[in-house]
């Protein structure tokens, strides 16, 4: 599972989810997407096949009207210090990495978390389709590293 970390949250998330949880995560400003738009930020995530991690519900919620994204998880509290953030995404990842294909599981999907205790999941769009299934298609394991490489997907 790979993790794209919003600007409005702590870059320090990357280094916990690779020490705490075995998770590849990457802040949005390491990759070049610093004071990109919320879509720049959300096609890279499609593109290279990452979950969006972000508190800026409004905007993101809002690019959802797709066929196909790999994952969104919202921390909907504001004002969080960054251990407050982390023991919010920790307890959503704990609940994620139970399933036994977390990767696929995530496709489509939207982790609300409302506060440490209250963690929602739902799928966005509704129904999976052909094309949920040719994007998992395409998800392929680096043997050598244990992450995702994502070969070319289709909208």
């Not at 890279?44 to 508190?55: D, K, L, P, Q, R």
């Not at 919010?88 to 999907?109: K, T």
């Not at 999941?121 to 052909?130: G, H, L, N, Y």
Request: charged share 25%.
């Amino acid at each position: 599972m790979k993790l794209l970390i919003d600007e409005q949250l702590s870059p320090r998330i990357v280094t916990w989810c690779a020490e705490r949880k075995g998770v590849y995560a990457v802040a949005a400003a390491h990759v070049g997407l610093s004071g990109r738009s919320d879509l720049q930020i959300w096609q890279y995530a499609y593109e290279n096949g990452f979950i969006v991690v972000t508190s800026n519900a409004r905007d993101f919620m809002a690019l959802l009207d797709v066929d196909l994204h790999p994952g969104l998880i919202i921390l909907r509290e504001g004002s969080l210090s960054r251990s407050e953030q982390w023991e919010r995404l920790e307890a959503a990842l704990d609940q994620i990495l139970r399933h036994p294909d977390p990767e696929g599981n995530m496709v489509n999907r939207v982790v609300e978390i409302f506060t440490s205790g209250e963690i929602r999941t739902r799928q966005i769009p509704r129904s999976p389709d052909d094309r949920q299934q040719a994007y998992l298609k395409s998800l392929r394991r680096d043997t050598k590293g244990g992450g995702l490489e994502i070969a070319s997907a289709s909208r």
